[in-house]
Nanobody
Framework: QVQLVESGGGSVQAGGSVRLSCVAS????????LAWFRQAPGKEREWVGH????????YSADSVAGRFTISQDNAKNTLFLQMNGLKPADTAMYYC?????????????????WGQGTQVTVSS
């Protein structure tokens, strides 16, 4: 059973930065996509961005493009989300996810494995 464990969340003022980490219990190179999602209270879970493991390709939602950066450390089976220029609208529970099944989109919610989430709260 694959486990994903997020860390790095917390409270920050608007304009600040936070770096989230997600450590996988297995070799991440086997996955099709590694992604970050977020869910604010009362809202649906939304895709933040994803990478294709072992490649330079990373994609981000328009709402975070230019502020958030997704990266990976293959040797440590770790996914990162560097968040700069945070806004109160970025307040949410952030989840990492891994997709191992073909036929599903990397921007969909149909991921095979999910972490437990880490809370990010941005105050104005």
């Amino acid at each position: 059973q694959v486990q994903l464990v997020e860390s790095g969340g917390g409270s920050v003022q608007a304009g600040g930065s936070v770096r989230l980490s997600c450590v996988a219990s297995t070799d991440t190179s086997q996955f099709i996509c590694l992604a970050w999602f977020r869910q604010a209270p009362g809202k649906e879970r939304e895709w933040v961005g994803h990478i294709v493991p072992g490649s330079p390709f990373a994609y981000s939602a328009d709402s975070v493009a230019g502020r958030f950066t997704i990266s990976q450390d293959n040797a440590k089976n770790t996914l990162f989300l560097q968040m700069n220029g945070l806004k109160p609208a970025d307040t949410a529970m952030y989840y990492c996810a891994a997709l191992s099944s073909y036929g599903r989109g990397c921007q969909s919610l149909e991921y095979d494995y999910w972490g437990q989430g880490t809370q990010v709260t941005v105050s104005s």
